[in-house]
């Protein structure tokens, strides 16, 4: 575990955390919105009743979904002002300033489910932050993991020149494993800390932790929800290529 990487990206997370809020409100953004958000609710099924741990969890969104609807949620992140942004929107949901690769505050086999929702490309403790997961797990629960896809990353993507498709450019190559600085985006002014790794990497680390995987989706704006897309370029971008990879695993018994 890299201490320095570490503190450098919680201090990342600390600078911009009310912008993050603002960027995911209370429904998320618009690609969790149409594409990533089914999937996990999918993979998920009903948790009514279930503990569930929102690992990465930032302003809450997802912990107050998953309470509203039914759960025992925990929703932890290793950024104060994060948590300090959750509490305030929900002081009755049981928030932690934890790390996910120690999850320090969440007792062995005591979680029904994790749910690690764009998480894993902003840690630079991957194999740690897995293996906490498989830790906290109840014997054959579920953990649901989205992250950014590391083959087609927004950094480097630009239109073509028709406005028809879209083009990737690397500046380095895709196996290997490396921290990346992206430029500001949106309403954001502090360069993203993130971390490259090729997609296999994940597999492997799900693998070493001791999972079995047993679905893995690259979710879409599917024909039936098409109509939630506010304009033609949003449609075209959703249906084109996929933004994240959502995996779901299991913890054998």
Same mark, same amino acid.
């Given at each position: 575990m890299n201490t320095n990487e570490i503190q450098e990206t919680r201090s990342f997370w600390n600078r =911009?955390?009310? @912008?993050? *809020?603002?960027?995911v409100g209370d429904d998320g953004d618009r !690609?969790?919105? +149409? !594409? #990533? @958000?089914p999937v996990l609710w999918d993979f998920a099924g009903n948790i009514s009743g279930l503990t569930v741990l929102d690992a990465g969890c930032g302003? $809450? %969104? +997802?912990t107050r979904k998953l309470s509203e609807r039914g759960a025992c949620v925990i929703g932890v992140d290793f950024s104060e002002k994060m948590i300090e942004v959750a509490r305030a929107k929900a002081p009755q949901l049981d928030f932690r300033v934890d790390s996910c #690769?120690? +999850? /320090? #505050? =969440?007792? @062995? $086999? /005591?979680?029904d489910l994790v749910i690690s929702n764009y998480v894993l490309m902003d840690t630079p403790d991957l194999d740690e932050? =897995? *293996?906490a997961f498989y830790r906290v797990l109840k014997g054959t629960a579920i953990a649901i993991i989205i992250f950014s896809h590391p083959c087609f990353?927004? @950094? %480097?993507a630009s239109d073509t020149p028709d406005g028809k498709g879209v083009q990737y450019r690397w500046e380095f190559p895709y196996?290997?494993?490396r921290k990346l600085i992206a430029p500001p985006w949106g309403h954001f002014t502090s360069d993203f800390i993130w971390y490259h790794r090729p997609l296999s990497d994940y597999w492997k680390a799900f693998r070493t932790a001791g999972f079995d995987v047993l679905q893995i989706e690259e979710p879409r704006l599917t024909s039936d929800r098409q109509h939630l897309a506010l304009n033609e370029r949003e449609l075209q971008k959703s249906t084109s290529r996929p933004y994240s990879v959502a995996f779901k695993l299991k913890k054998p018994a």
């Amino acid at each position: 575990m890299n201490t320095n990487e570490i503190q450098e990206t919680r201090s990342f997370w600390n600078r =911009v955390a009310d @912008d993050w *809020h603002e960027q995911v409100g209370d429904d998320g953004d618009r !690609n969790r919105i +149409l !594409n #990533s @958000d089914p999937v996990l609710w999918d993979f998920a099924g009903n948790i009514s009743g279930l503990t569930v741990l929102d690992a990465g969890c930032g302003t $809450g %969104y +997802l912990t107050r979904k998953l309470s509203e609807r039914g759960a025992c949620v925990i929703g932890v992140d290793f950024s104060e002002k994060m948590i300090e942004v959750a509490r305030a929107k929900a002081p009755q949901l049981d928030f932690r300033v934890d790390s996910c #690769s120690a +999850l /320090s #505050s =969440v007792q @062995d $086999g /005591s979680v029904d489910l994790v749910i690690s929702n764009y998480v894993l490309m902003d840690t630079p403790d991957l194999d740690e932050t =897995v *293996h906490a997961f498989y830790r906290v797990l109840k014997g054959t629960a579920i953990a649901i993991i989205i992250f950014s896809h590391p083959c087609f990353p927004a @950094d %480097y993507a630009s239109d073509t020149p028709d406005g028809k498709g879209v083009q990737y450019r690397w500046e380095f190559p895709y196996f290997s494993q490396r921290k990346l600085i992206a430029p500001p985006w949106g309403h954001f002014t502090s360069d993203f800390i993130w971390y490259h790794r090729p997609l296999s990497d994940y597999w492997k680390a799900f693998r070493t932790a001791g999972f079995d995987v047993l679905q893995i989706e690259e979710p879409r704006l599917t024909s039936d929800r098409q109509h939630l897309a506010l304009n033609e370029r949003e449609l075209q971008k959703s249906t084109s290529r996929p933004y994240s990879v959502a995996f779901k695993l299991k913890k054998p018994a």
